[in-house]
């Protein structure tokens, strides 16, 4: 059975965004990058709420010395997550509600529709299962 993936917050994804960045990253320099006005000038002691908050679900690893802070899922896993939880609670599951919005609102792109086509022409063709 696959472990299930705790939801995170906006403000708990900016900071795994930055500790998928470097790999790993010390709870100190978690806070000091978030206190520069440029990333939003939060106060320390906010970010290490976030961080404890991250331990606490599971979502990261704390060790010593130090307070390193160690992811326990990927950035794919995660995403993949949040966004199937958006659909499940938005579209009601269907993907294909989701595109059919999108393509009928013309809110993608002639360039975003020939991506999404050629993504799913090697899909089905079995390409690159990354791509």
Same mark, same amino acid.
Request: aromatic share 10%.
């Given at each position: 059975?696959?472990?299930?993936?705790?939801? %995170?917050?906006?403000?708990?994804?900016e900071i795994m965004e930055i500790?998928? #960045?470097?790999? +790993?990253?010390?709870? %100190? =320099?978690?806070?000091?990058?978030?206190? #520069?006005?440029?990333?939003?000038?939060?106060?320390?002691? $906010?970010?290490? $709420?976030?961080?404890?908050?991250?331990?606490?679900?599971?979502?990261?690893?704390?060790?010593?010395? @130090?307070? &390193?802070?160690?992811?326990?899922?990927?950035?794919?896993?995660?995403?993949? !997550?949040?966004?199937?939880?958006?659909? =499940?609670? %938005?579209?009601?599951? !269907?993907? &294909?509600?989701?595109? !059919?919005?999108?393509?009928?609102?013309?809110?993608?792109?002639? @360039? +975003?529709? #020939?991506?999404?086509? =050629?993504?799913? =022409?090697?899909?089905?063709?079995? @390409?690159?299962? &990354?791509?």
């Amino acid at each position: 059975m696959q472990q299930e993936i705790p939801k %995170v917050t906006e403000r708990e994804l900016e900071i795994m965004e930055i500790i998928w #960045k470097n790999k +790993e990253m010390f709870a %100190v =320099d978690i806070a000091a990058h978030f206190l #520069k006005p440029e990333n939003g000038a939060h106060f320390k002691n $906010t970010t290490y $709420t976030f961080i404890k908050r991250l331990v606490e679900k599971g979502i990261i690893e704390r060790r010593e010395p @130090g307070f &390193n802070c160690v992811p326990l899922f990927g950035r794919d896993e995660i995403l993949i !997550s949040e966004t199937k939880s958006f659909i =499940d609670r %938005v579209y009601q599951g !269907s993907f &294909n509600q989701l595109f !059919s919005q999108f393509i009928k609102n013309k809110a993608l792109s002639n @360039g +975003e529709l #020939k991506e999404l086509q =050629d993504l799913i =022409d090697k899909t089905v063709k079995g @390409g690159d299962e &990354n791509a």
